[in-house]
Structure formats: structure tokens, C-alpha cells
């Protein structure tokens, strides 16, 4: 067994292992697909642009596609075309962004707990925070479906629209349905760390002729087209190279997924016999994304998550610790109304994503796998060293 580098072992990535690798398509297919309307001086919210929302409804099975700037306009919006009043509900354990949407709109965040072993919106904890809340906001962590029937049944009880933050779910599938077929809207992320990439962009998918209505007059100022705004809107328009990139980005989706899946496997083959590692916990009909790569350590494996994160660094290994600290102890939130969040704080100081990206090796797998497995070995040594045995 090699020893880790904290205990005078050598690197195990000296040449050093980057968290992500954006998959970016060949610059001559984008340069192509974007001239014709470049040439015709067409910079913005051009044909690309329909032909991606388009594209992307008939991937999805969705009846309606908006293209956006972000995904974090592309909440504000919807969240806008729905009407929402007073309070929405949602996880602690999400992006910051899924707030930030919320309070733009003048709303005020409930944050309910996330299961431990999923990750996803506690259910069971969000059906007694409803009460006088507006809307339902829940995330597809890390590209794995979160319950949607449940959260869609608890929406429907309270007489609320459901929302999915699905920056990291496009394609991701929920018992065979794809993901942004669901709730009354859900919204993608395509910035460079995400399974489809534009660059920057946004893609909300909609049931609801309404919302998709509203969110295109938003996207543009509020402004139908006759300069007499509707309603306060944003500049949150897609530019015509932000879509040919998407689009030559969405021509190769469900190969980079199976690849994806496939590293998901190996790491979680790999550490099925490290004790106090646990994987994130996918339905078993359901299909990730893998857009992180995400685990739990407890004190079984010896050592910290912090002192996994510090190990890690040292072997050359690029990780994240999403989401730490969860939005609810943010600065940013530190006048919202308290609640207490056991579940997420535990969760929060425990996880840490690996390094996954589409022309990631099996090998490469297997010598991160080796790294953890020889931190559990060799777990006395690095507490005597310095790291720390618990958070």
C-alpha cells in the first residue's frame, strides 16, 4: 500500500488531476453554425437560439423551452411568471444561486432540511414549512433526480407551483422520464462545469404555455416587442454564440453521459470497501447526471473530511466541498429566520466531490480510489502528523 504524502509518501498526481474538464466542442463546428448569422449581423436572441430551444424540447419530451442568459435568470423569471407571493420553500443544501433567485424576487426563503444519504429535499421536512409559502423550490443535487412525485404531490396539496432547479440535471432521467418534464417549470444550467455547455446560458423547460409566454416578454425587459413593457423584466437574452455552442454541446449529451456513469461506477465499486466512505444515494431506476461525483466521510475512515480535502490537495487532487456552508449559514441569509438544520449542517461538513469530467481515464479513477483507500490505512499516522480525526 503506498503511503500518503502527508506521511512522506510520493504524489500520486504530481502532473496534478483538475476537478473538471469542461467538454467543449470543436471551435470549427461552433465557427460554422454561428457564421450565418453572424455574417447577417443577427448577435442575439437570433435562429440559434430557436433552433436550441427547440432542439432542447424535443431532448427533453418538454412541450416548451425558454433559452436564457443563466440559470439563475432563468429562476428569477419563472419564479416571477408564476405570481409567487410571500415565501418559497427549499433546501439549505443547494447552490446559493436557488436563494439568490428567491430573494431577487422579493421573496422570503424557507429552508427546509435534505436527506442524509441522498442528498436531495427532505419531503417530510418541507411539508411542515408550507404553510403560507407561495411556491416549492427543489434541486436535483449534483445531477441526480430529487423525489419529484413527491414534491409534485406536496405542491399540489398546498395548492403551490413546484419548481426545479435542475442546473445539474440536464439528462438526468426519473424512473425512465427525463428530467424538465416535471413540476411547472425546470430550469438548466449551461455554464462550463455542466453536462451541456453555452459558455453562460440557461434553459428553462415548461409545461405551461404561460410561463414560457412570460418568460420570453422577461427575458427581453419585460418588452413584447413594441417597447411598452409588460412587467419589471431582465436583459437576460442568449446570444447567438452562446447557442451554437450549446447546440454542437447537446449533439454529443448522451455519450458523455454514459462515460459519466461509467467513471460513477468504478469510484463507487472502488470505495465500496474503504470503511467511512459513502456514496451519494441515486434511485435505482433513476439516471444521474454525474455532474459531481460526490461523497460522505465519517469517522470510521480516521480522519476528517477536512483532513480527506487536505490529503487530497497534497496528492494533486482538485476537489470542492459543495455545499459548505449550506446557504442557511451564509452571510448573505443572515437575516432570514432561523431554523435549525441538523441534517444539512452534519451533511454540509461531511461531503466532498471528486474529480469527474468525460475524458477522465479508468485509471485515474483508481488511483483516487487507492489514494482514499491509503488514507483509511495509514489514518493513525496522519492524525499523529496533524490532520484531524474529526470536523
Not at 5 to 25: K, M, Q, T, Y
Not at 233 to 255: K, P, Q, T, V
Not at 298 to 320: C, F, M, N, P, Q
Request: charge should be negative; proline fraction near 6%.
Amino acid at each position: 500500500m503506498r503511503r500518503p504524502v502527508l506521511v512522506g509518501g510520493a504524489p500520486a498526481f504530481p502532473e496534478g488531476l483538475p476537478f473538471v474538464r469542461p467538454a467543449v466542442p470543436p471551435l470549427e463546428r461552433v465557427m460554422a453554425r454561428v457564421r450565418p448569422s453572424y455574417d447577417k449581423g443577427i448577435l442575439t436572441n437570433g435562429p440559434l437560439v430557436r433552433e436550441l430551444e427547440e432542439r432542447a424540447a424535443e431532448y427533453l419530451g418538454a412541450r416548451h423551452v425558454v433559452a436564457v442568459a443563466s440559470c439563475t435568470a432563468g429562476l428569477m423569471l419563472t419564479l416571477q411568471s408564476l405570481s409567487v407571493e410571500r415565501a418559497v420553500v427549499l433546501p439549505s443544501f443547494t447552490f446559493v444561486a436557488s436563494a439568490h433567485a428567491v430573494s431577487w424576487n422579493g421573496l422570503r426563503p424557507v429552508f427546509a432540511e435534505c436527506d442524509e444519504r441522498s442528498f436531495q429535499l427532505d419531503v417530510c421536512d418541507a411539508t411542515g414549512c408550507v404553510d403560507g409559502a407561495g411556491a416549492i423550490m427543489a434541486t436535483h443535487v449534483f445531477g441526480a433526480p430529487c423525489r419529484v412525485e413527491e414534491i409534485e404531490a406536496l405542491g399540489h396539496r398546498a395548492s403551490v407551483p413546484v419548481v426545479f432547479d435542475a442546473a445539474h440535471g440536464l439528462g438526468a432521467t426519473r424512473a425512465g422520464r427525463r428530467i424538465g418534464t416535471f413540476g411547472d417549470a425546470e430550469v438548466f444550467s449551461l455554464s462550463p462545469t455542466k453536462t451541456v455547455v453555452a459558455g453562460e446560458g440557461g434553459l428553462v423547460a415548461t409545461p405551461r404555455a404561460d410561463v414560457a409566454d412570460a418568460i420570453r416578454i422577461g427575458r427581453d425587459y419585460g418588452n413584447p416587442g413594441d417597447y411598452d413593457a409588460r412587467f419589471v423584466g431582465l436583459n437576460a437574452r442568449m446570444s447567438e454564440l452562446h447557442a451554437a455552442i450549446a447546440l454542437e454541446s447537446l449533439a454529443g449529451l448522451d455519450e458523455r453521459l454514459e462515460i459519466r456513469r461509467g467513471i460513477a461506477a468504478r469510484y463507487r465499486e472502488g470505495l465500496r470497501s474503504i470503511p467511512g466512505v459513502t456514496v451519494q444515494e441515486v434511485d435505482a431506476l433513476d439516471g444521474s447526471t454525474y455532474k459531481d461525483f460526490t461523497i460522505a466521510v465519517d469517522d470510521e475512515l480516521g480522519v476528517s473530511r477536512d483532513a480527506v480535502v487536505a490529503g487530497l490537495h497534497a496528492e494533486g487532487i482538485d476537489t470542492r466541498c459543495y455545499f459548505a456552508p449550506p446557504v442557511h449559514q451564509q452571510q448573505a441569509y443572515r437575516d432570514v429566520p432561523p431554523r435549525f438544520l441538523p441534517v444539512t449542517e452534519r451533511v454540509a461538513q461531511r461531503v466532498v466531490s471528486l474529480p469527474i469530467f468525460a475524458d477522465m481515464g479508468l485509471d485515474t479513477v483508481d488511483r483516487v480510489v487507492d489514494v482514499l483507500m491509503s488514507m483509511w490505512v495509514y489514518a493513525g499516522d496522519l492524525q499523529a502528523g496533524g490532520a484531524p480525526l474529526t470536523v
